[in-house]
């Protein structure tokens, strides 16, 4: 450890809290003279120093004292410039240092199986998008009317690692990192007010990137790539709602009124309602795509009293619930919409477990990779006996 790191620890997370140097140095119980030194890395703080300044961060005093492994292989990119990039940076390589530690520690570590499929895609460059996205569902094990009921079990379960984190700013969704940086890795903005199916999308996106671009992975890039996000929202498209399964839906829902017709495919496939109008609009000549949106738009405020806005999602999945691969429709009842626990990824949890109960790491320890308080981890384990 050193004064540097503790000093470029400080600036980053103060800047992430949105906090002056002053303001920070009142809530630890220093002069702003003394802080200015420790942020510029001119004094090695003192024990009671360090655990003020954690308190008043609210962070655990190891994040103060651990260096912060520079992450260069990730597609970070955004629609504007986020004041949290560095921050954000900084709890992945944390987190991917944690995975791939209990991993080791554990011995369960998950082989990738991308390598092959990326090696197949490049061989099949020249196919259109949809095809290569048929191609990736059929690595998964997906069938080729098959809904993706649990998308994080889906990447869990090749060995790829999935993290979900709250950035409040809808202008970044997520961000992926390649196998030489711990990865393949995908990380999801998981904050509250964008709906679970925009994250699922997201996720479905990062994967595009990893198969598609990885030559464009540097941290250094900030600015999105038109071109490659299209092409990873329409790999993430077809990724979810398979070409033939999706007109099937749409076609037999041509009945319903617009507004109804097009929750009833979203359901099926637990996506975005944008989703579907893209899908739909995907079919018409581009200058003619937007009449899909307006229609849609019109009918469902004269449906439901107001307009959708940037980010709405009307009601997540409901009523029904389509498991069979084969065509047919059980219905049941579903107590609620999509929520939070519609996208969970828990490979890392299993793997605390396991370890905290072969006594290879400590509770405490636990609670720190999980991020969470420790009597919110003694409570978790306690659920585990059950």
């Known amino acids: 450890m050193s004064d540097h790191t503790i000093a470029a620890n400080l600036l980053r997370l103060r800047k992430n809290k949105n906090l002056t140097q002053e303001q920070l140095a009142d809530a630890a119980g220093l002069s702003r003279a003394a802080y200015r030194n420790l942020e510029k890395g001119r004094a090695m703080p003192r024990t009671d120093t360090l655990k003020g300044l954690s ?10 004292l651990s260096p912060v492994e520079l992450l260069s292989n990730v597609r970070f990119r955004s629609l504007k410039r986020l004041k949290s990039r560095d921050q954000v940076l900084a709890d992945v390589s944390r987190w991917l240092r ?14 990738h199986s991308l390598q092959p499929l990326c090696r197949e895609i490049a ?4 196919k259109h998008t949809p095809e290569i996205a048929a191609l990736a569902r059929e690595h998964f094990g997906l069938g080729a009317r098959e809904p993706v ?60 990137h990893l198969l598609l671009h990885l030559s464009a992975y540097d941290v250094t890039e900030e600015q999105e790539d ?3 996000e299209k092409e990873a929202d329409q790999f993430a498209s077809h990724f979810l709602m398979p070409e033939e399964a999706f007109r099937r839906e749409w076609d037999d829902a041509a009945g319903l009124p617009l507004v109804d017709r097009v929750l009833k495919v979203k359901r099926v496939f637990r996506a975005s309602w944008r989703t579907v109008l893209y899908r739909v609009a995907e079919g018409l000549p581009e200058d003619r795509r937007y009449v899909v949106w ?21 009601q997540g999945i409901t009523e029904e619930v389509y498991k069979d691969t084969h065509g047919a429709r059980p219905v049941g009842i579903e107590p609620a919409g999509m929520e939070s626990h519609d996208f ?26 999980l991020r969470l308080p420790l ?12």
């Open 294 to 314: 307006k229609l849609f738009n019109q009918a469902y405020r004269e449906h439901k009293g107001r307009s959708l806005l940037k980010h709405d999602e009307p």
């Open 98 to 111: 944690d995975f791939t530690e209990l991993e080791a520690l554990t011995g369960e570590r998950h082989e």
């Open 55 to 64: 308190r008043a961060l609210d962070v655990p005093l190891k994040e103060l």
């Open 123 to 126: 061989r099949q460059r020249r």
């Open 226 to 228: 038109e071109a490659q």
């Open 375 to 386: 009597e919110q981890m003694r409570a978790l384990a306690a659920t585990w006996v059950a």
């Open 149 to 208: 009921h649990d998308i994080c079990g889906l990447l869990e379960s090749r060995g790829i690692k999935v993290y979900s984190i709250q950035v409040a700013n809808d202008a970044f969704m997520g961000l992926s990192v390649a196998e030489d940086n711990g990865g393949p890795a995908i990380i999801v903005n998981t904050w509250e007010r964008l709906p679970v199916e925009t994250w699922i999308f997201s996720a479905a996106h990062e994967l595009a």
């Open 344 to 369: 969970r990824e828990d490979r890392l949890s299993l793997l605390v477990r396991r370890a905290v109960e072969r006594d290879i790491i400590s509770l405490s320890r636990g609670a720190e990779i």
